[in-house]
């Protein structure tokens, strides 16, 4: 059973910085995509940061040099570095993760894909 388990949320000024951590259970890192996903008041759940078993990231153009996705596979934890924030990344923060047999080499942001999902953590963004 896939268990994914967000912390790390919180409220920051605009500019500081916020890392959330997801700890994973019940996979193998190599067949699974596993990545961050945001979803703000009246707004569609959106894609930031995807990550592959072999380490190559994906990121949306919002957030491009100021996030950063890692995973630190022997503690079975996804990262999530964020930097600059602004207000507008204002949202509910989720994990999630599916099985993938190109799980090494390419992972979508593309909320649809994904099959478990972690609680979430509130990031609020203040100007």
């Known amino acids: 059973q896939v268990q994914l388990v967000e912390s790390g949320g919180g409220s920051v000024q605009a500019g500081g910085s916020l890392r959330l951590s997801c700890a994973t259970s019940g996979y193998t890192v190599s067949t699974y995509c596993i990545g961050w996903f945001r979803q703000a008041p009246g707004k569609e759940r959106e894609g930031v940061a995807s990550i592959t078993g072999s380490g190559f990231t994906r990121y949306a153009d919002s957030v491009k040099g100021r996030f950063t996705i890692s995973q630190d596979t022997p503690k079975k934890t996804l990262y999530l570095q964020m930097n600059s924030l602004k207000p507008e990344d204002t949202a509910v923060y989720y994990c999630?993760?599916?099985?993938?047999?190109?799980?090494?080499?390419?992972?979508?942001?593309?909320?649809?894909?994904?099959?478990?999902w972690g609680q979430g953590a509130q990031v609020t963004v203040s100007s």
């Open positions: 999630a993760a599916y099985r993938s047999s190109s799980a090494r080499w390419s992972c979508p942001i593309t909320a649809a894909d994904y099959y478990y």
